[in-house]
C-alpha cells in the first residue's frame, strides 16, 4: 500500500506541497506541485490506491515496446480496385497496387462463372517483375515530395495509376519517371518508359481520345505553354497546368490541365486535333515564404508561395491549347486557339458561400498574347451576346464544401451535386434559369463525394451509383437511385462494416474494399443478378474473393464505439480503447485523442488496428483512450460541420468535455483527474485550446505542429484556426504555470503549419514567464517521414505521458 504525506514548505508565498510517496519496496520518492486551485487539476480527496499507476520504462525500454508493435511490420494499407474488361477470354481483372507499403502492382482474372459450394480466393499475380518502382535511394524531388504531402501519402512505389479500358493500357509515375505497361492477356503484361525526360514529372498526361498511339508513339515532350523551368519561385512565378497549394491541400484538386474526352474528326493524312484545357497560374503577387534550416545542404532555404489570410490569391487564367497527330500519333501543330471546343468551369468566391457551374462557349476563348493592348482589344471584340451559362449556382452562409460530384447527363442535360444527389432539368441552350431541380437523396446524411468517393451513371438504365452514409454516419455504404423515378435508394453492401466501393465499366459487378472496428479489412467482387426489366433491384451476389481478412495484430483489442447527446441534444459518437490491465475500481489515466477540424471523422465502424495503433499501444500500457467526433467533424452534413464558425477551438472543446464526463460515468475506469489531450495539427490546436480554457479537465497537452492562437493561416474561405472566434485565446492569461504541462513538437520543413507558429507560440510563452517543453524535427515536413523520426516521437509521446500525466 503506498502511503502519501503533504509536507507544508516554510517560506513558500505560493503555498505549495511536497508529497513523500513510499512504494511497495520502501523507497521514497518525492514530487513538487502547486495547489490545486492554481494547477487546475480535478483531484484533492480521491484515494490514492484507487489510482491506477503506469509503469515506468526507460527510454530504451520505450523503444523496444514501439518495435515490437505490429504497425512497425509491413502490413496491407487501403489500396484502389478496379474493375476492366480487358482480360483474357473475356474475363474480367482486378487490379490494384500491391497490398504492401512497397507500391507494388498486381492483378487477379475474375472468371465469368463459379462454383457456388465453394469460395474463390483469386491469387494476385505480378504485373512487372523486377521493375524498380522506388527512386534511387528513395529520394524524390522536391516537387515530389510536397506533391505526397498534399496526398497524404505514406506508401512508396507506384502509388497511383491511369488506365484505359478500351486499350488495356496502364499508364504511372515511378522512379521519377513515367511509364506504361499493357495488358497482353496470356502473353502477360509489358512495360516501357513512356516519355525520357530530365525532370520528375508530377502528373500523367493521359490521352483520353487517344491514348494507345499518344503514349505508345511520342518520342519527345511537347511544350504547350511558356515556362522557364527555373527552380526558383522569386525568378518563375508563373507556372500551367499545376494546381495552386490551397487548391491541393484544401480542395484535393492535384492536377490543373483537363483533356477534352473527344478528339474532332480526322483532317488531311488521317490528322485528329485534340485539346486541352489549363491553368495558368501568375503568384507574382503572392507572398514567398522562406523556411531556413541548417540540415538542407543544397539550398539554405526552402521558398514557397503561401497565401497568407487577407493576402493577394494568385491570379489564374483558362486557355484552351490544341494540336493536330497524325495517324502514327506524331505531333504536327501545337497552338492556343482563339475558338474551338468549349469547356465547363466552376467558379468559387474567396468567402466560399457562393459556387457557379459556367458553360465557357468557345467564343469566349481568345488567341494568346502576350501583348496587353492586344489582350484588351481581343476581348472588346468578343459579341456582347457572348457570356458564360451559369448551369447552377449554390449559396450558404456557412461554406461550401467543394467536390468533384457533379458530372453531365448528356440525354437530359442534367448535373449531380455533392453531398446529395440533384437531377437539374436545364432549359435550351444550357441558360439559366433551371427549369427543375429533383432531390434523387434527402436526409440528415451525406453521399460520399470527397476523397476519392466516385459518382458512377448508367445512363442507359438512369441509374446512379454512390456511396453514402444513409444507415448511419459510421459506415460507408453503395446505394443506386433511379433519376427517372426518383424515390427508392436500394443500399448494395451488407451492414455493419465500411465499405469502399468500385463498379464495373459494365455495372455488373462492384468490388468492395471493407472492415469493421474488429474485422482487418477484406477485399470481395459481387455480381448483380436480377431481372433486366428492374435493374434498381438486382441483388449483388458474392462472386470472388480478392483478399481475405488477415489476422487482427497480437494484444490487439477493438475499441468499443459509444454515442451520448450533449445539453444542447446533438447526437454525437465516439470510440473508448479500454486499458488491456482493467482492475475493478481502479481508475486508469486518460488520453483524448483530437482532431475536431473539418473534412474528418475519427469514429467509424472501419478497422483501426494500422493507422491507430498508436492508441492500442496506449491502452496496453494502461491508458484509457476517448476518441470523439464532435461538431465540425464530418460526414453528419453542412451544418453539423459548420457548427464551428467563427467559433474555433470553443464548440470542439465543450463537446470533447461533455463526452468525457459521459464516458467516465459509463466506464468506472476513466480518471477525470488524469486526463491528457493529444491530436496532431488541428488536433494539437485544440490541444492548446484545451489547455487554455479547461485547464482544470485536462493536466498535460502534448500538440504536434499545432497551429498557434491568434496567427491568420491559410485561407479565411476554408476554417481555420485564424477567424475571429479563434482570438479569444489568450496564452499570456489562461495557460497555467504548472511546468510539464506542454509538449510542442514540430518538423522544421513543414510547408503547411509553418515552423513560424511554434516561433510565435515560443515567443509568447517565454515573455509571459509560462513553462513548456519543445521537441524539433530538423528535416521533417508536415507528416513525420523518416522512420527513425516517427520513432523518436512516439517515444517522446510515451515518455511525456508516463512522466507527467
Given at each position: 500500500?503506498?502511503?502519501?504525506?503533504?509536507?507544508r514548505?516554510?517560506?513558500d508565498?505560493?503555498?505549495?506541497?511536497r508529497s513523500?510517496?513510499?512504494?511497495?519496496?520502501?523507497?521514497?520518492?518525492?514530487?513538487?506541485?502547486?495547489?490545486?486551485?492554481?494547477?487546475g487539476?480535478?483531484?484533492?480527496?480521491?484515494d490514492?490506491?484507487?489510482?491506477?499507476?503506469?509503469?515506468?520504462?526507460?527510454?530504451?525500454?520505450?523503444?523496444?515496446?514501439?518495435?515490437?508493435?505490429?504497425?512497425?511490420?509491413?502490413?496491407?494499407?487501403?489500396?484502389?480496385?478496379?474493375?476492366?474488361?480487358?482480360?483474357?477470354?473475356?474475363?474480367?481483372?482486378?487490379?490494384?497496387p500491391?497490398?504492401?507499403?512497397?507500391?507494388?502492382?498486381?492483378?487477379?482474372?475474375?472468371?465469368e462463372?463459379?462454383?457456388?459450394?465453394?469460395?474463390?480466393?483469386?491469387?494476385?499475380?505480378?504485373?512487372l517483375?523486377?521493375?524498380?518502382?522506388?527512386?534511387?535511394?528513395?529520394?524524390?524531388?522536391?516537387?515530389?515530395e510536397?506533391?505526397?504531402?498534399?496526398?497524404?501519402?505514406?506508401?512508396?512505389?507506384?502509388?497511383?495509376?491511369?488506365?484505359?479500358?478500351?486499350?488495356?493500357?496502364?499508364?504511372?509515375?515511378?522512379?521519377?519517371?513515367?511509364?506504361?505497361?499493357?495488358?497482353g492477356?496470356?502473353?502477360?503484361?509489358?512495360?516501357?518508359?513512356?516519355?525520357?525526360?530530365?525532370?520528375?514529372?508530377?502528373?500523367?498526361?493521359?490521352?483520353?481520345?487517344?491514348?494507345?498511339?499518344?503514349?505508345?508513339?511520342?518520342?519527345?515532350?511537347?511544350?504547350?505553354?511558356?515556362?522557364?523551368g527555373?527552380?526558383?519561385?522569386?525568378?518563375?512565378?508563373?507556372?500551367a497546368g499545376v494546381?495552386?497549394?490551397?487548391i491541393?491541400?484544401?480542395?484535393?484538386?492535384f492536377t490543373?490541365?483537363?483533356?477534352?474526352?473527344?478528339?474532332?474528326?480526322?483532317?488531311?493524312?488521317?490528322?485528329k486535333?485534340?485539346r486541352?484545357?489549363?491553368?495558368?497560374?501568375?503568384?507574382s503577387?503572392?507572398?514567398?515564404?522562406?523556411v531556413?534550416s541548417?540540415a538542407?545542404?543544397?539550398r539554405?532555404t526552402?521558398?514557397?508561395?503561401?497565401?497568407r489570410?487577407?493576402?493577394?490569391?494568385?491570379?489564374?487564367?483558362?486557355?484552351?491549347?490544341?494540336?493536330?497527330?497524325?495517324?502514327?500519333?506524331?505531333?504536327?501543330v501545337?497552338?492556343?486557339?482563339?475558338?474551338?471546343?468549349g469547356?465547363?468551369?466552376?467558379?468559387?468566391?474567396?468567402?466560399?458561400?457562393?459556387?457557379?457551374?459556367?458553360l465557357?462557349?468557345p467564343?469566349?476563348?481568345?488567341?494568346a498574347?502576350?501583348?496587353?493592348?492586344?489582350?484588351?482589344?481581343?476581348?472588346?471584340?468578343?459579341?456582347?451576346n457572348?457570356?458564360?451559362?451559369?448551369?447552377?449556382?449554390?449559396?450558404?452562409?456557412?461554406w461550401?464544401?467543394?467536390?468533384?460530384?457533379?458530372?453531365?447527363?448528356?440525354?437530359l442535360?442534367?448535373f449531380?451535386?455533392?453531398?446529395?444527389?440533384?437531377l437539374?432539368?436545364?432549359?435550351?441552350?444550357f441558360?439559366?434559369?433551371?427549369?427543375?431541380?429533383?432531390?434523387?437523396?434527402?436526409?440528415?446524411?451525406?453521399?460520399?463525394?470527397?476523397?476519392?468517393?466516385?459518382?458512377w451513371?448508367?445512363?442507359?438504365t438512369?441509374?446512379?451509383?454512390?456511396?453514402?452514409?444513409?444507415?448511419?454516419?459510421?459506415?460507408?455504404?453503395?446505394?443506386?437511385?433511379?433519376?427517372?423515378?426518383?424515390?427508392e435508394?436500394?443500399r448494395?453492401?451488407?451492414?455493419?462494416?465500411?465499405?469502399s466501393?468500385?463498379?464495373?465499366?459494365?455495372?455488373?459487378m462492384?468490388?468492395?474494399?471493407?472492415?469493421?472496428?474488429?474485422?482487418?479489412?477484406?477485399?470481395?467482387?459481387?455480381?448483380?443478378s436480377?431481372?433486366?426489366?428492374?435493374?434498381?433491384?438486382?441483388?449483388?451476389?458474392?462472386?470472388?474473393?480478392m483478399?481475405?481478412a488477415?489476422?487482427c495484430?497480437?494484444?490487439?483489442?477493438p475499441?468499443e464505439?459509444?454515442?451520448?447527446?450533449?445539453r444542447?441534444d446533438?447526437?454525437?459518437?465516439g470510440?473508448i480503447?479500454?486499458?488491456h490491465?482493467?482492475?475493478?475500481g481502479?481508475?486508469?489515466?486518460?488520453?483524448?485523442?483530437v482532431?475536431?477540424?473539418?473534412?474528418?471523422?475519427?469514429?467509424?465502424n472501419?478497422?483501426k488496428?494500422?493507422?491507430?495503433?498508436?492508441?492500442?499501444?496506449?491502452?496496453?500500457?494502461?491508458?484509457?483512450?476517448?476518441v470523439?467526433?464532435?461538431?465540425?467533424?464530418?460526414q453528419?452534413?453542412?451544418?453539423?460541420?459548420?457548427?464551428?464558425?467563427?467559433?474555433?477551438?470553443?464548440?470542439?472543446?465543450?463537446?470533447?468535455?461533455?463526452?468525457?464526463?459521459?464516458?467516465?460515468?459509463?466506464?468506472?475506469?476513466?480518471?477525470l483527474?488524469?486526463v491528457?489531450?493529444?491530436?496532431?495539427?488541428?488536433?494539437?490546436?485544440?490541444s492548446?485550446?484545451?489547455?487554455?480554457?479547461k485547464?482544470q479537465?485536462?493536466?498535460?497537452?502534448?500538440?504536434?505542429?499545432?497551429?498557434?492562437?491568434?496567427?491568420?493561416?491559410g485561407?479565411?474561405?476554408?476554417?481555420?484556426p485564424?477567424?475571429?472566434?479563434?482570438?479569444?485565446?489568450?496564452?499570456?492569461?489562461?495557460?497555467?504555470?504548472?511546468?510539464?504541462r506542454?509538449?510542442?513538437?514540430?518538423?522544421?520543413?513543414?510547408?503547411?503549419?509553418h515552423?513560424?507558429h511554434t516561433?510565435f507560440?515560443?515567443?509568447?510563452?517565454?515573455?509571459?514567464?509560462?513553462?513548456?517543453?519543445?521537441?524539433?524535427?530538423?528535416?521533417?515536413?508536415?507528416?513525420?517521414?523518416?522512420?527513425?523520426?516517427?520513432e523518436?516521437?512516439?517515444?517522446?509521446?510515451?515518455?511525456?505521458?508516463?512522466?507527467?500525466?
Amino acid at each position: 500500500m503506498r502511503k502519501v504525506k503533504k509536507l507544508r514548505l516554510d517560506h513558500d508565498h505560493t503555498e505549495g506541497w511536497r508529497s513523500l510517496s513510499l512504494n511497495s519496496e520502501g523507497t521514497e520518492r518525492m514530487a513538487t506541485g502547486a495547489p490545486a486551485s492554481e494547477r487546475g487539476d480535478a483531484v484533492g480527496t480521491e484515494d490514492p490506491a484507487s489510482r491506477f499507476q503506469v509503469q515506468k520504462h526507460s527510454w530504451d525500454g520505450l523503444r523496444n515496446i514501439i518495435h515490437g508493435s505490429p504497425a512497425r511490420k509491413e502490413s496491407r494499407d487501403e489500396n484502389r480496385h478496379y474493375l476492366s474488361g480487358s482480360g483474357p477470354r473475356g474475363a474480367e481483372r482486378g487490379a490494384s497496387p500491391s497490398p504492401t507499403r512497397r507500391g507494388e502492382s498486381a492483378y487477379e482474372e475474375v472468371p465469368e462463372e463459379v462454383r457456388k459450394e465453394a469460395l474463390l480466393l483469386l491469387s494476385w499475380k505480378q504485373m512487372l517483375d523486377h521493375f524498380q518502382a522506388t527512386p534511387h535511394h528513395g529520394v524524390y524531388s522536391r516537387e515530389e515530395e510536397l506533391l505526397r504531402e498534399r496526398k497524404r501519402l505514406g506508401v512508396f512505389g507506384i502509388t497511383s495509376y491511369d488506365f484505359h479500358s478500351e486499350s488495356g493500357l496502364f499508364l504511372f509515375q515511378a522512379s521519377n519517371s513515367l511509364f506504361h505497361c499493357r495488358d497482353g492477356g496470356k502473353n502477360g503484361f509489358m512495360v516501357s518508359p513512356a516519355l525520357p525526360q530530365s525532370g520528375a514529372p508530377v502528373t500523367r498526361p493521359f490521352l483520353p481520345a487517344a491514348p494507345a498511339p499518344a503514349v505508345r508513339r511520342v518520342p519527345h515532350l511537347v511544350r504547350l505553354s511558356p515556362c522557364p523551368g527555373s527552380p526558383s519561385v522569386l525568378d518563375d512565378p508563373r507556372s500551367a497546368g499545376v494546381a495552386t497549394f490551397v487548391i491541393q491541400e484544401e480542395f484535393d484538386r492535384f492536377t490543373g490541365y483537363w483533356w477534352c474526352p473527344a478528339a474532332s474528326g480526322e483532317g488531311p493524312e488521317g490528322c485528329k486535333t485534340l485539346r486541352i484545357l489549363y491553368e495558368e497560374v501568375d503568384e507574382s503577387e503572392v507572398e514567398i515564404i522562406h523556411v531556413p534550416s541548417p540540415a538542407l545542404e543544397e539550398r539554405k532555404t526552402d521558398s514557397y508561395r503561401y497565401p497568407r489570410t487577407g493576402s493577394k490569391n494568385p491570379k489564374i487564367a483558362l486557355k484552351l491549347a490544341e494540336f493536330q497527330t497524325d495517324s502514327q500519333g506524331k505531333v504536327r501543330v501545337a497552338r492556343v486557339p482563339g475558338g474551338g471546343a468549349g469547356a465547363w468551369a466552376m467558379f468559387l468566391d474567396r468567402p466560399q458561400q457562393r459556387l457557379q457551374l459556367l458553360l465557357l462557349p468557345p467564343a469566349l476563348f481568345i488567341p494568346a498574347t502576350e501583348d496587353e493592348q492586344e489582350r484588351v482589344a481581343l476581348a472588346r471584340a468578343v459579341p456582347r451576346n457572348v457570356q458564360p451559362h451559369v448551369v447552377y449556382e449554390e449559396v450558404t452562409d456557412v461554406w461550401i464544401n467543394v467536390s468533384v460530384g457533379r458530372l453531365p447527363l448528356r440525354p437530359l442535360h442534367g448535373f449531380l451535386g455533392p453531398f446529395h444527389l440533384f437531377l437539374s432539368l436545364l432549359a435550351d441552350e444550357f441558360k439559366c434559369p433551371i427549369k427543375e431541380e429533383i432531390a434523387l437523396t434527402s436526409g440528415e446524411w451525406e453521399v460520399l463525394a470527397r476523397h476519392g468517393s466516385k459518382i458512377w451513371v448508367n445512363e442507359e438504365t438512369k441509374l446512379v451509383y454512390f456511396q453514402g452514409t444513409k444507415d448511419t454516419p459510421l459506415e460507408h455504404h453503395l446505394y443506386v437511385v433511379s433519376y427517372e423515378s426518383a424515390g427508392e435508394i436500394v443500399r448494395l453492401t451488407t451492414p455493419g462494416f465500411s465499405h469502399s466501393c468500385s463498379m464495373s465499366q459494365n455495372f455488373d459487378m462492384f468490388i468492395s474494399h471493407y472492415s469493421s472496428v474488429g474485422t482487418p479489412p477484406c477485399v470481395h467482387v459481387y455480381k448483380l443478378s436480377g431481372p433486366d426489366d428492374d435493374p434498381l433491384h438486382k441483388q449483388p451476389r458474392f462472386w470472388a474473393s480478392m483478399m481475405e481478412a488477415a489476422s487482427c495484430p497480437p494484444d490487439y483489442v477493438p475499441p468499443e464505439i459509444f454515442h451520448f447527446h450533449t445539453r444542447s441534444d446533438v447526437r454525437l459518437y465516439g470510440m473508448i480503447y479500454k486499458p488491456h490491465a482493467v482492475q475493478p475500481g481502479k481508475k486508469h489515466p486518460t488520453v483524448l485523442f483530437v482532431y475536431g477540424g473539418p473534412q474528418v471523422q475519427l469514429v467509424n465502424n472501419s478497422f483501426k488496428g494500422i493507422k491507430y495503433l498508436r492508441l492500442n499501444t496506449l491502452a496496453s500500457l494502461g491508458y484509457a483512450v476517448v476518441v470523439i467526433d464532435g461538431r465540425g467533424s464530418c460526414q453528419r452534413g453542412l451544418r453539423f460541420e459548420g457548427a464551428l464558425k467563427n467559433q474555433m477551438g470553443q464548440v470542439e472543446i465543450e463537446d470533447q468535455v461533455e463526452g468525457l464526463q459521459f464516458v467516465a460515468e459509463k466506464y468506472g475506469f476513466v480518471d477525470l483527474s488524469r486526463v491528457a489531450i493529444h491530436g496532431w495539427s488541428y488536433g494539437g490546436f485544440l490541444s492548446l485550446m484545451g489547455l487554455i480554457h479547461k485547464p482544470q479537465v485536462f493536466k498535460v497537452g502534448p500538440a504536434p505542429s499545432p497551429p498557434a492562437p491568434g496567427i491568420p493561416h491559410g485561407e479565411p474561405t476554408h476554417p481555420r484556426p485564424s477567424l475571429p472566434g479563434r482570438r479569444r485565446g489568450s496564452l499570456q492569461t489562461h495557460l497555467c504555470p504548472r511546468p510539464n504541462r506542454l509538449l510542442i513538437l514540430h518538423g522544421f520543413l513543414d510547408e503547411n503549419v509553418h515552423f513560424f507558429h511554434t516561433n510565435f507560440l515560443v515567443s509568447q510563452l517565454i515573455r509571459a514567464g509560462k513553462p513548456y517543453q519543445l521537441q524539433i524535427y530538423p528535416n521533417e515536413r508536415h507528416s513525420i517521414r523518416c522512420p527513425e523520426s516517427g520513432e523518436h516521437y512516439e517515444v517522446t509521446l510515451l515518455h511525456f505521458l508516463q512522466e507527467y500525466l
